[in-house]
């Protein structure tokens, strides 16, 4: 078999210099033609272009919908070398994820003559489509602190120039046809590890830019090459239409780790423990004890909280990752007793970067510690505990890790794992998995920085394995993280917790606590909303977005309207939240659970600026009807809209709006403002 056919697409492998595969939309015209791979081997450029020996397996069907296919097949010229082609496909997705592994019968080497990567993963042409664009998802924005979407069109200009686009995306367009092609990495721009190099005949190429491997890294039966992930799409429609179509694959069929596109309500104890550091002058730790724990679980049962997630300061030392006994004497039992009784799940903080001093972890992989230009990672404090040194996960620690949440899930009851702290640079020691000491300490460090990502998803993937009912979110609440499409296949992000800073406005913050937007009222929703734009392409519920819960209600309404929009974070201090603020978020989120993954499925509609009047949130799902609008307003004033889908007529809406229905079955919305605020309206709730 050379071909697979969907009910969207064939896929077809002639296996040929100029077209090692080919994919084309049903109905469509000129096939998508996808130029093969090609290796530097032993100071030689080395290209597969082969015919299909054989598929090398049989079919492999994968616990996300998707249908796992693979071909192998020979090298011209070279009887030693072998490629493995993977599919994965899912009936109704138009996306599909490839991979390549590079095999051998003999002993050769990757090798850089020119000095840098000598990697090409793969070719096509934009020439049928004469609209391009470049979609990024590692933009930092300091005005926000936070990464944000950024959509790039691609000038004719750029082609003929023989620019560079980072992505990890591109999209071609025509009347009536769309493509796409992605890689699954990351990193923060412009540091790009693999890019899209534009040719003068609108030809592109998939390239590595550097650490994609190391000079003299071996291929051999025990060491084959292994790529990252890459994805192609073709439909027949338009560029809404695809975004439509890859929002339901990133839900759907992207990941095997189901549990973490469930749209959960998470509470974060992280808040609260820095406003007793900067407001009441105390110590981060002085509120993590069972007592107060205890009792902010019970406020957030009362508010419809599903994940209540520890941070820092739960445990005894890092590495080992046992209960403190002293803030918690039973060892979270009664914690977990409570938490089981509300039906809420249990989160807990982690840096899997590094392990205490005295830590069993340590001592048992101290040949995996980090180093950098020969000096060793550690000791340091880490938030009030006992100093610890830094472990590199790109070694043997990454599978100790996975074993440690492993049984923590067994013996201590979490399901949800706050990682943090984990910068996309920080090793370059010889004897890791990323270079020996031939490779040189910026091959190694490149090399760290291009797979420590990978290994994290290892681990959550093993993790997952073990524990299905798993999550893993990772912080990404600074710059200079592994931020892309590679690791939403394991896990999702920690997007926002505070905003920005004071620095970031150049503004100098003395002895006070340095985050802005960490009060009541409507500044902290303008910065949390601004990412937003990603659930365009990447559904928001992948982005955890904390939103303050403190009174007046006015805030706590324009907090809730923020955080239905699929965020679904709230960032406390529960204890201090009236009675009246408590019953506010319990009804609010009552009424969200019943359309939330309406929600979660349903692309965005919005209409005006984040911070602007109005700024209009549509989240209504096209095939139910079901789902909510979010109105908000700067200035006092009244608005009037138009859904953009038909409505379910079940409807809920706050005091300032009314509603009704056009022949279309659309809503009219009218919202009236007396102050600036947030108003909402949800359909098919009861």
């Not at 597969?48 to 054989?54: D, E, K």
């Not at 000038?155 to 009347?175: E, H, N, V």
């Not at 923590?408 to 010889?430: E, H, N, R, S």
């Not at 889908?645 to 919305?669: C, L, M, P």
């Amino acid at each position: 078999m050379d071909e697979i056919r969907t009910d969207l697409f064939t896929l077809r492998i002639p296996g040929e210099a100029h077209c090692l595969w080919s994919l084309k939309a049903k109905g469509a015209g000129k096939a998508i033609e996808i130029g093969p791979p090609s290796f530097e081997i032993d100071g030689r450029t080395k290209r597969a272009a082969f015919r299909i020996v054989a598929p090398a397996r049989e079919p492999r069907r994968l616990g996300n919908g998707c249908t796992e296919y693979a071909f192998e097949g020979g090298f011209a010229g070279d009887r030693n070398l072998s490629l493995e082609i993977v599919f994965r496909v899912a009936a109704g997705c138009p996306v599909v994820r490839f991979r390549y592994t590079l095999k051998s019968d003999a002993t050769y080497r990757l090798t850089k003559n020119s000095g840098r990567d000598a990697l090409t993963y793969f070719t096509f042409s934009l020439a049928d489509f004469p609209e391009a664009k470049e979609v990024r998802f590692s933009e930092f924005n300091e005005m926000v602190h936070s990464f944000t979407l950024s959509e790039r069109p691609l000038a004719d200009s750029q082609f003929d120039d023989a620019l560079r686009a980072m992505g990890p995306m591109l999209i071609g367009m025509r009347k009536g046809r769309t493509m796409l092609a992605a890689y699954e990495h990351g990193s923060q721009v412009p540091d790009a590890f693999v890019q899209f190099a534009l040719g003068r005949k609108r030809d592109v190429t998939v390239e590595a830019v550097k650490g994609n491997y190391c000079p003299g890294q071996p291929i051999d039966p025990e060491h084959p090459c292994e790529t990252i992930w890459m994805q192609l799409a073709d439909i027949r429609g338009d560029e809404h239409q695809l975004a439509l179509a890859y929002r339901q694959f990133v839900l759907r069929h992207f990941t095997q780790n189901a549990e973490s596109r469930k749209p959960f309500i998470f509470y974060n104890t992280w808040a609260w423990q820095e406003r007793n550091k900067w407001w009441n002058h105390k110590m981060y730790l002085d509120s993590m004890n069972q007592e107060r724990v205890l009792a902010e679980i019970d406020v957030a049962h009362r508010m419809g909280i599903d994940v209540f997630v520890l941070d820092t300061g739960w445990y005894e030392k890092t590495g080992d990752w046992r209960v403190n006994t002293q803030r918690f004497p039973d060892g979270l039992k009664a914690v977990r007793e409570k938490l089981a009784g509300y039906g809420m799940k249990l989160g807990l903080w982690f840096n899997p970067t590094v392990a205490a001093a005295s830590s069993k972890m340590l001592a048992n992989h101290r040949e995996c510690v980090m180093s950098w230009q020969g000096r060793l990672a550690g000791p340091w404090e880490i938030w009030e505990t006992e100093e610890s040194y830094g472990l590199c996960l790109a070694s043997r620690y990454w599978e100790a890790f996975a074993d440690e949440l492993i049984r923590l899930v067994k013996d201590v009851g979490v399901t949800y794992f706050k990682w943090d702290a984990i910068g996309q640079y920080g090793c370059d020691c010889p004897g890791h998995f990323h270079g020996d000491a031939a490779a040189g300490e910026s091959e190694r460090a490149h090399n760290y920085a291009f797979n420590v990502g990978r290994y994290m998803a290892r681990v959550v993937d093993k993790l997952c394995a073990a524990c299905p009912e798993a999550i893993v979110d990772f912080d990404i609440t600074e710059g200079g993280r592994f931020v892309g499409l590679g690791w939403l296949a394991a896990g999702k992000y920690f997007l926002i917790n505070n905003g920005p800073y004071y620095h970031n406005y150049n503004i100098p913050a003395g002895e006070i606590w340095s985050n802005i937007f960490v009060y009541p009222g409507p500044a902290r929703g303008w910065i949390c909303r601004t990412p937003l734009s990603f659930d365009k392409w990447i559904p928001s519920v992948l982005f955890l977005t904390h939103y303050l819960p403190d009174d007046p209600a006015d805030s706590q309404l324009i907090n809730v309207a923020s955080l239905i929009l699929g965020q679904n974070g709230i960032w406390g201090d529960l204890l201090s939240i009236s009675d009246e603020g408590i019953a506010t978020f319990g009804t609010l989120l009552r009424l969200y659970k019943q359309v939330r993954d309406d929600i979660t499925e349903s692309c965005p509609v919005r209409s005006g600026n984040v911070g602007g009047s109005p700024e209009i949130h549509e989240k209504i799902n096209a095939a139910t009807g079901r789902g909510a609008v979010c109105i908000f307003s700067s200035a006092k004033g009244e608005y009037t809209c138009v859904t953009a889908n038909e409505a379910d007529k079940r409807v809920w809406h706050t005091d300032g709006v009314s509603v009704s229905f056009d022949k279309q079955g659309r809503a009219r919305i009218t919202a009236r403002f007396d102050k600036p605020g947030a108003e909402i309206v949800m359909f098919g709730v009861e």
